[in-house]
């Protein structure tokens, strides 16, 4: 990646909030704190909001913030960007002095930096304001998958007509940017099976109906939902992670629990597992002599990017880095991200902000040693506020063309 075009992203921001930033990085980095429990991290940034410009500051959703940054006009737009808050259970090894100090804790998914760009975007829009107010959203439990629906449960967002957000990648170097419409995470969704037979003696198996037996059957026969049942096209992924049964060598037990996760990048495809793995369970169990007790539980949607909102954070993105630095994904996502709740109720994109320094690892996220590089900071907080700005633009030239009695629809 050119250095000129992060030497944009950074110029975009003063001296001193570069520096508030890095130090606003650095603390939250030092103090993580798990989901639905960032106390601190919800005091720091409410400060840290009020000093960027934001008015109506407040807390929302337990540990969630929010605040608007006033726009050009009282009746243009309103536009809202996200950041997550929440840390991770896993003990940090990337030993830099600002490491967390919070046992078996730390930012191994890059929050520290979606909340600190987050206040850079409210710095630079209070500067150069979009058409309309937008609202800054900094969310708890993105990792457990409920902190956007409890935004959503909340008047945070009531009037908003698009919503932005983006994750760091160390897959992409500092100054790439990720925009483009279409799938870019899965569904994550889990389910629990209860295989249940009939005890009995294991010398005597003809006895009982043996759980273990058709639990084991089940397992590989989940396996081909994917390969027969999904179109080779389309992305999923279905996952027994975890089996428990029995109590001794010589017992068959009366039954045996299966977990699991299915992940799809389509809504279609989405329903489809969840259908055929109570089919699979049911035959599977019946031609075993057993039952399936089978319960799927809901998690976060696909995120799928629509057309117009991709195309405006494309737009954005090159403008503040240059054509060449907004890249293809080129790969299939299947993590889960509940920012695809928001787009269920409102049109946005999510976008990919690259986060490997020059020579630096693509050091995957969840992992002891995940670190975005500093810059990524800056990149996010530039691109962002741009997303405000154009698409503030593009909803008031559908807006003017329909007073205009048009029917051509304006990107």
């Known amino acids: 990646m050119p250095p000129n075009a992060v030497t944009r992203a950074r110029d975009s921001l003063e001296e001193s909030e570069r520096q508030a930033l890095v130090a606003l990085r650095a603390e939250l980095h030092r103090h993580p704190e798990l989901s639905w429990k960032e106390e601190r991290t919800a005091a720091r940034l409410l400060r840290a909001l009020e000093g960027a410009g934001a008015v109506d500051v407040r807390r929302v959703a337990g540990t969630g913030v929010v605040g608007r940054i006033r726009g050009l006009h009282t009746n243009g737009p309103r536009v809202a960007i996200r950041g997550d808050i929440d840390a991770l259970p896993i003990a940090e090894a990337t030993g830099v002095p600002w490491a967390s100090t919070v046992p078996g804790v730390m930012h191994a998914c890059g929050h520290d930096v979606h909340a600190t760009w987050a206040i850079g975007a409210a710095m630079l829009l209070r500067r150069e304001p979009a058409l309309g107010d937008v609202i800054v959203v900094l969310q708890p439990a993105e990792e457990v998958g409920g902190g956007a629906a409890a935004i959503l449960r909340t008047d945070a967002l009531d009037g908003v007509q698009a919503i932005f957000g983006a994750h760091v990648d160390k897959r992409f170097a500092v100054g790439q940017v990720v925009a483009e419409s279409g799938p870019l995470a899965a569904s994550a969704d889990t389910f629990t099976i209860e295989v249940v037979g009939r005890g009995g003696h294991g010398a005597r198996p003809h006895e009982s109906a043996d759980p273990i037996v058709g639990a084991a059957a089940l ?189 051509k629809e304006i990107a």
């Open 219 to 407: 397992v590989t026969a989940l396996q081909t939902i994917v390969a027969r049942r999904i179109d080779p096209a389309a992305a999923a992924v279905v996952t027994v992670g975890s089996i428990h049964g029995g109590s001794a060598p010589n017992v068959i037990p009366e039954s045996v629990m299966l977990t699991g996760t299915l992940r799809a990048m389509l809504p279609s495809v989405r329903a489809t597992l969840h259908d055929q793995v109570r089919t699979v369970a049911t035959a599977i169990a019946t031609a075993y002599g057993l039952t399936a007790n089978v319960s799927l539980d809901f998690g976060t949607p696909p995120v799928v990017n629509p057309t117009r909102e991709a195309e405006w954070a494309h737009r954005a993105a090159a403008r503040i880095l240059g054509d060449d630095a907004v890249v293809p994904f080129g790969i299939t996502n299947m993590a889960g991200e509940d920012f695809a709740f928001y787009l269920e109720k409102f049109p946005g994109a999510f976008l990919r902000i690259g986060a490997r320094e020059p020579g630096g690892d693509a050091t995957p996220a969840h992992n002891p040693h995940f670190l975005p590089a500093e810059e990524s900071i800056f990149v996010g907080s530039a691109v962002l506020a741009e997303c405000a700005r154009t698409a503030a633009e593009g909803i008031m030239r559908r807006r003017e063309t329909a007073a205009d009695g048009k029917t």
